[in-house]
């Protein structure tokens, strides 16, 4: 599974600065886990993934970093890693399935993190998790194109989760909005709106704002 640029974005922009637990749904290579051990060095970070192959992928990623001590990683479904009963988190961070409409692929393990489905993560199976398992200040930052997001709103309302704030993400100033990035809460604030573009408006430089971003995560920065 390769690195993305949005999952990079949400692994800078999630508010981490108070989390003590974390929580990656979904952890694919472990990037968000990483990053999230990276930002915060009080925090304990412990990561979900159904896929044993990507599970133990980022296992080894995780063993690897300074930050081993920090990081567990589970080899789970989310129903499961519920059953266990885990404490509460400060924020989750989750890049969820969101092709929910489009054909599977037949790489097995790139049609697992892509789609949502019956036997992998549903959106109302992430809301209720969160609902149960987030401190009472605690946040969910999820990333999903525009249409998803949308779809996932509503089961968080439902679930009685509250959008806090939505990040736009583009690939220049005033193109089509590639992502959202949105944060839950448990309870009602008012709520915040900003916009990334990845690239400058005429060429395919990098923004100032993307560099400033990641540039203690992206070597070349």
Request: proline share 6%.
């Amino acid at each position: 599974m390769k690195v993305c640029t949005d999952a990079c974005v949400l692994g800078a922009v999630a508010d981490l600065t108070a989390a003590t637990r974390i929580l990656d749904i979904g952890a694919g290579t472990g990037l968000l886990a990483l990053m999230a051990a990276q930002r915060n060095a009080r925090a304990r970070v412990e990561a979900v993934e159904l896929d044993p192959a990507a599970a133990a992928q980022a296992a080894a990623n995780a063993a690897r970093s300074p930050w081993s001590a920090r990081i567990k990683v589970h080899a789970a479904s989310l129903a499961q890693y519920a059953a266990l009963a885990p404490a509460r988190f400060d924020h989750i961070l989750c890049n969820p399935p969101f092709f929910r409409h489009s054909l599977r692929s037949p790489d097995a393990q790139r049609t697992t993190a892509r789609h949502t489905a019956p036997d992998t993560l549903s959106f109302p199976e992430l809301a209720e998790f969160t609902a149960r398992f987030l401190t009472a200040d605690g946040r969910l930052t999820v990333l999903l194109p525009p249409p998803e997001m949308l779809h996932f709103e509503r089961e968080a309302a439902l679930a009685g989760l509250f959008l806090a704030a939505r990040l736009t993400l583009r690939h220049r100033p005033g193109s089509k909005a590639l992502r959202h990035i949105s944060s839950f809460t448990l309870r009602p604030q008012p709520q915040l709106s900003r916009e990334l573009a990845i690239h400058e408006a005429d060429s395919e430089a990098y923004s100032a704002e993307f560099r400033t971003l990641l540039q203690d995560f992206y070597l070349a920065f």
